[in-house]
């Protein structure tokens, strides 16, 4: 009987802790969104230097997503030309051309890309190579200046050549040896996409990296 008693005991205690580390695990899970940073994309580049590696959340609407892969999409806020980039996670489907032009509500971690001279020689390099190879195509998945400006898939490399000679200008009159790109790794995204018909219904399309 005393072996069956403390049998008892034990089995209750051991299900009270299981019932306990779930409760600690929930409560953390609500303190890390409680604690997620919203920024608006007109902001983002002014802070984001404050929160790279970091996971934020970013509303706006996509104004372009890139048709070669669709791995990259880019949003701004309302009364504003500021875009951010956002590439779609390792396991994440591609964006869809379609969403252009509906909001979207982008929880991701901020990456820092830094341009230096040495970047610079490289793709320098790169460029002039496939210049004497003959090959004139604009390959914009391999291009990561790509900001997503209206043209860019029409750019040759004679273009980015003169980027290039831009950015170099650029750091130069910034004082530093750099200069720093941010974007956002999207974790997951909620897309309220507006059905075109005359009741210009919204339909909600949520993904998640798998």
Known sequence: MVFAVAAVVLISCGGN???????????????????????????????AGDYVD??????????????HGGKRMFVVSEGSERRVKITAGEDM??????????????IGTVEEFRIDEEYLAERQAEIEEKIAAGDLEHDDEDDALHTGEEGHQEHTPEDELAQLDELRIEIAESGSDHLSFY????????????VADETEDVEETTATEE
């Open 54 to 67: 970091k996971e934020i959340q970013v509303a706006g609407t996509i104004v372009h997503v890139c048709e």
């Open 17 to 47: 802790q299981k019932a306990n580390d779930d409760k600690n695990a929930d409560d953390q899970q609500q303190e890390q969104v409680a604690e997620l940073v919203d920024i608006l994309p007109a902001e983002f580049s002014d802070v």
């Open 183 to 194: 974007s956002i790794i999207c974790k997951s995204f909620e897309v309220k996409e507006i």
């Open 93 to 106: 489907a591609a964006f869809n051309t379609e969403w252009e032009g509906s909001d979207v509500v982008v």
